[in-house]
């Protein structure tokens, strides 16, 4: 059975535990318990150690079907998931052996903007921040932070700057009894993430459990981490918004074949309806293509052993940036289209636009990355685009 076949086995009950409490703030322990049963947190994750070092296409296959049924779910999976591939290929032994003992991922999730602090001290690192948004965090063991190296200057502590005159930015996984959760997560969108703020608390971790990004070299696993380290989030993130705006399409079709117009046929049979969702299909099917499409090529380079060129990097960050697009406009029109059905709470569209809105809102796929990309795309002067 593929791993797609698996998480579609178990999407009515995603599906169903959403629905039954929608106000909660994280995802039920049930749907937790059979996410960890199934593998899908260590999917991410090296073979050598313990994970399943799935492809692009088999990842983005099971984020899209789980945020199909339920945003949350999509969102708290990947943000696992992605920590998981940071922890097993890029950190050092010590870190391996407490994060995955015996082969076993115990699981790690947070928020990798540099929003802390950290100083080198020998053979480790005197660390401390406060971060937002950090999805996945409930049951993880070992929270994901990025922290700013600093170090002595002639005017005090200053940030340690690369080659290219960026701050370094170390990923860094504390253990979880020395993070502090604010239990803050009140929002519209992607509520049962538990994307709790978090303050990491002062203290020394050894080097193994960091992951300078200045110099992006995996030390464990294949083709996977050979794309970049962009490349794993923005799989995850553009295959949220294509099954969340997969789930859109549904809902607004369902609707529309059970809402009569006042001729007494249903909307479904209105040529205005059938105009403006074949091109809503059209758009997501498109980004989808695209998307699908480029990190396919990414992987295929990797597998090769061929350096990755621009052109290729910039499709990776623009492609998974327009599937948010899409998502998010395909999912206003459904909403719009839905009339007072969309607006009552219980709706599995209403939840299914909100959770779009929140996922777009997250610093990978907003607006900023968009300009990014078009100040290269444009040839402005000093543009760059991570990847």
């Known amino acids: 059975m593929s791993w797609l076949d698996k998480v579609r086995a178990i999407g009515p009950a995603i599906d169903q535990a959403a629905a039954d409490d929608p106000l909660a703030t994280e995802l039920s322990p049930a749907v937790v318990g059979m996410l960890d049963d199934l593998g899908v947190f260590a999917m991410m994750a090296p073979r050598d150690v313990g994970g399943s070092e799935a492809t ?47 082969g076993k991922f115990v699981r790690a999730a947070g928020q990798a903007a540099p929003t802390g602090k950290a100083v080198r001290e020998g053979d480790h690192y005197r660390i401390s921040g406060r971060y937002s948004f950090g999805s996945g965090t409930p049951h ?47 929002v519209i969108g992607l509520r049962g993430t538990g994307s709790y703020d978090f303050e990491v608390a002062e203290q020394l971790l050894h080097e193994d459990f960091f992951h300078n990004t200045a110099a992006p070299l995996h030390r464990r696993g294949g083709a996977l981490y050979r794309m970049g380290f962009m490349a794993l989030p923005c799989i995850s993130h553009g295959a949220f918004a294509i099954g969340a705006a997969r789930r859109a399409l549904d809902e607004w079709l369902a609707f529309a074949k059970g809402k009569p117009r006042g001729n007494g046929k249903p909307m479904s049979e ?49 492609s998974t940036s327009h599937a948010f697009v899409v998502a998010t406009r395909v999912a206003q029109r459904a909403f719009a289209s839905s009339t007072t059905h969309a607006v009552r709470n219980g709706s599995r569209i209403q939840r299914t636009v909100r959770d779009i809105q929140a996922g777009n809102a997250h610093f990978l796929t907003a607006e900023q990355s968009l300009i990014d990309a078009g100040k290269v795309l444009a040839g402005a002067q000093g543009a760059a685009l991570v990847f």
């Not at 079907?65 to 920590?83: F, I, K, N, P, R």
């Not at 200053?158 to 005159?165: K, W």
């Not at 969702?277 to 980004?287: G, I, M, P, S, T």
Request: aromatic share 12%.
């Open 270 to 318: 209105s040529e205005a309806f059938q105009r403006d969702f074949a091109v809503a299909c059209a758009d997501l099917r498109a980004a989808e293509a695209w998307f699908r499409g480029t990190f396919a090529r990414l992987y295929a380079a990797a597998l090769a052993g061929e350096a990755l060129v621009d052109d290729l990097r910039l499709d990776g960050r623009l």
């Open 140 to 186: 993880a063991q070992f929270i994901v932070g990025g922290y700013v190296l600093h170090e002595d200057g002639p005017d005090g502590i200053r940030p340690v700057l690369s080659d290219h005159g960026a701050p370094v930015m170390l990923i860094g996984l504390a253990p979880r009894e020395t993070v502090r959760f604010l239990g803050n997560w009140d």
């Open 56 to 102: 692009p296409t088999e990842l983005i296959d099971v984020i899209s079907e789980l945020s199909y049924w339920d945003g949350s779910a999509g969102w708290y999976a990947h943000a696992v998931m992605t920590g998981g591939s940071v922890a097993g290929a890029f950190l050092g032994d010590k870190a391996v052996e407490a994060i995955f003992p015996g």
